[in-house]
Each structure stands twice: as C-alpha cells, then as structure tokens.
C-alpha cells in the first residue's frame, strides 16, 4: 500500500531565502507525482507535474525533481516571497491506477 | 485557464439529511474524481468515475455515497443520510484528454460540508 510522507511539517524562513520540501514514498512503481498549493480553507492548485520517466520539471521559481528508484521528490522554491506562503502538498498516482495518494504537507510561512 | 466548478461553496445541513454536492469538470476531460479531507488530515481518495460508470472507489466510499453524470456537463456527489463524521471539504477534479492520469489533474475550488 502507497505511502507518502512530507517533512517537514512546518517550515518558516525570512522572505529571500530558497528552500527545499520533501516527498517520499513507499512504493516506487508510479506514473507519475503532482505538486499542489494549498492556501487555507481553499482548493488545490496544481504547481508542477512530473511523469515516471522524468527526473525533473520547472516553473518559474519552482523545480521539481524526482528520483523513482529511491521513492523520493523534492519542490525547490527559489528566492522565497510571502505570497509564497501556503500548504504544500505531493500527491503520487501509482501504475495501475489513476488515484492520488497524497502526503500530509507542507505548512510554509514566508516572513516579510 | 479551464477550470472545475463546485458548487455550492458551502453547505450545511442537519445530520440525516440526503446532500448533493455538484460540480463542473474542465469540458473535454474524460475522467472525474471525488477526494475530501477532513479537517487537519489529508486529503482522501473517495471515486473515480469514468464512461458513465465508477472505475475505482475507496472503502470511504460506502452505500451512504453515489455518483452520477446526469447530463454532458455536471457530475454530483451523493451523500444519504448525513452523519456528523461527512463533515469536511470535498473537492471535484477531472484529469485526461486522452489518458487518465497522464496529464495530471485539475481540482475545483472545494465545497466545505458542515453536519450540525
């Protein structure tokens, strides 16, 4: 059974800084991993998204990359804003199925 | 940008009571989903719906819930007999031109179900 995990928890940096959120996951045979924002009370925005076969992808500020055999992606948020600040949330869909399985997130506060 | 439409934004409703929550999945996509997420947990699958029949479900998604596509446009949630526990946020998403998942998914804005 898929599980993901997403450390840390929270995270609060001063405006300016990169950082880095983490995604694991247990099983590895996947199709592909979507990135999500979440802001409070609201939906899903999709950020980035990442097929089995690719080891990394880029929006703007963001990169994604994922390493299949090693069950693990990571979001790179780069010169971080407060408008930056948001739950952050990784969702892998496994082979076979077309079902996300989503980890916990990533609380992120960007200080002014 | 194409965008999946919920409504109502918010609804509560008295425990026991039949709610359908609605939604308008992005025009030409063929795959629709139910996920919620109850307050301060993740996200959960609940169905998957594709051809006018649910492809996959999750143990959440028991008789209390249905789905339907009743027209070319709008694709509901039915949720009998409310309990206290339904309460959540419920998100619509759509996903697949041509493939499932290949494209990812797109998800609505949310309807917040409150059981009183």
């Known amino acids: 059974k898929q599980e993901v995990t997403q450390i840390p928890a929270a995270l609060s940096v001063p405006e300016g800084e990169n950082l880095v959120l983490n995604c694991s996951f247990t099983d590895s045979a996947i199709y592909n991993l979507q990135w999500f924002r979440q802001d409070p009370g609201k939906g899903l925005t999709s950020l980035l998204l990442i097929q089995s076969s690719q080891r990394e992808q880029t929006s703007g500020r963001l990169n994604a990359s994922l390493d299949k055999s090693s069950g693990r992606s990571t979001l790179y948020i780069a010169a971080s804003q407060p408008g930056d600040s948001a739950t952050y949330l990784c969702?892998?869909?496994?082979?076979?199925?077309?079902?996300?399985?989503f980890g916990t997130g990533t609380r992120l506060k960007v200080l002014a | 940008e194409p965008e999946v439409t919920q409504t109502p934004s918010h609804q509560v409703t008295q425990m026991g009571q039949e709610v359908i929550l609605r939604c308008v999945p992005i025009s030409n996509h063929l795959y629709f989903y139910w996920y919620r997420q109850i307050l301060g947990q993740k996200v959960e699958f609940l169905v998957s719906f594709y051809n006018n029949e649910i492809s996959e479900k999750s143990e959440i998604f028991d008789d209390q819930f249905s789905v339907e596509r009743p027209d070319g446009s709008n694709f509901t949630l039915k949720i009998r007999s409310t309990k206290l526990e339904d309460s959540a946020m419920y998100f619509c998403?759509?996903?697949?031109?041509?493939?499932?998942?290949?494209?990812?998914?797109?998800f609505g804005s949310g309807t917040r179900l409150t059981v009183v």
């Open positions: 969702a892998v869909m496994g082979s076979g199925t077309y079902k996300y399985i």
């Open positions: 998403a759509s996903s697949g031109t041509n493939s499932a998942g290949g494209e990812g998914y797109t």
